[in-house]
């Protein structure tokens, strides 16, 4: 017989079935019917990464540890909001996006990158495929920099390899334990096949994938030769924010927080209210329109949470001209 105390890692999740690593050998064990029995906020009791304890006959997992960290979005086709927990303790979180083929889609990068600030876990945004639309890398390259956001542009495609960028990336792997999130065909099968020989992940067709077949159907934790560990997601088309409040929401990007002192209103969430900074540097071309649209689209699922109530569009005129100005 085991002692209960003993530990475990979480590799991959099936169904109630977990993939898990004990002292280097992995098993599959079931999961305590207790953990299921108090509804919490989460839509799954355990994640990929979770660190578990196991029962007294070593047989079953019986607890989950305390996370260091975890990426979180709102769970899909849920009645009420719960949170989908998409990894655990992790140390950097990669949004990763095809600048061509499917086209790069700034709301899904964005919502990656502003749960990853909200948990206060470093990321980065890897544009992939830029052989094919090097202009179009250039201006995103450029939108995200602005905001903060580290970039990596790469191409895997033969004769085009960025090879210094390619070995920055891996580097960063071999040092963190890394999740990889973005949509489906943007290339992250591919991109960790370039940079950890021996992985092979399945890749598939951007037709396959039109057609609802993702080449990764599963969250699952993989080791990297060398150090370091990466999880790799399914393909994802949104990533909304889970239970995020109006106020909260404009300190997930910081091009836009820094400007607050600027605007009239202590209060201002940088919708229709008067004399806001956050809209003026948007006019001037200052602040990439891409990223405002995506807050505006995050700002008004933030007011509908709070006031279900709420008509359609009420965020545009949320107090701004009823609030009181900061004093000059």
Not at 31 to 58: C, I, N, Q, W, Y
Not at 117 to 135: F, G, N, Q
Request: glycine share 8%.
């Amino acid at each position: 017989m085991q002692p209960s105390s003993q530990q475990a890692l979480v590799l991959r999740i099936d169904a109630k079935v977990c993939h898990v690593e004990i002292g280097g050998e992995t098993r599959q064990l079931p999961l305590a019917g207790k953990l299921f029995e108090d509804r919490s906020h989460e839509k799954r009791p355990l994640a990929v990464g979770d660190r578990v304890l196991l029962d007294t006959t070593g047989r079953a997992i019986d607890a989950v540890l305390p996370r260091s960290s975890q990426l979180h979005r709102r769970a899909a086709s849920e009645g009420e909001e719960r949170a989908q927990v998409v990894a655990a303790n992790i140390t950097h979180v990669l949004a990763v996006a095809s600048v061509a083929s499917p086209p790069f889609q700034p709301e899904l990068v964005d919502g990656i990158l502003a749960a990853a600030a909200r948990e206060r876990i470093p990321a980065s945004l890897v544009l992939t495929k830029i052989d094919l639309a090097p202009d179009e890398a250039k201006r995103w390259s450029a939108a995200y920099a602005h905001a903060g956001v580290r970039v990596l542009a790469t191409s895997t495609a033969e004769g085009h390899a960025t090879e210094d960028t390619l070995r920055e990336l891996g580097v960063l792997l071999h040092q963190n334990r890394t999740v990889v999130s973005g949509l489906s065909g943007a290339g992250k099968s591919s991109l960790l096949n370039t940079l950890v020989p021996g992985v092979k992940l399945r890749t598939g067709s951007l037709n396959h994938i039109r057609q609802g077949r993702h080449t990764t159907t599963h969250t699952e934790l993989l080791a990297l030769p060398g150090g370091g560990h990466v999880l790799d997601t399914p393909g994802v088309r949104n990533f909304h924010l889970f239970c995020t409040g109006s106020q909260e929401l404009q300190f997930l990007f910081p091009e836009i927080s820094t400007l607050l002192p600027s605007c009239e209103y202590r209060s201002c969430l940088h919708a229709d209210e008067a004399n806001c900074a956050v809209r003026s540097a948007v006019e001037r071309g200052e602040l990439a329109a891409s990223r405002y649209r995506s807050y505006r689209t995050m700002l008004r699922h933030a007011l509908e949470a709070e006031d279900p109530t709420a008509q359609p569009g009420r965020d545009s005129g949320r107090g701004g001209g009823r609030r009181r100005p900061r004093r000059r």
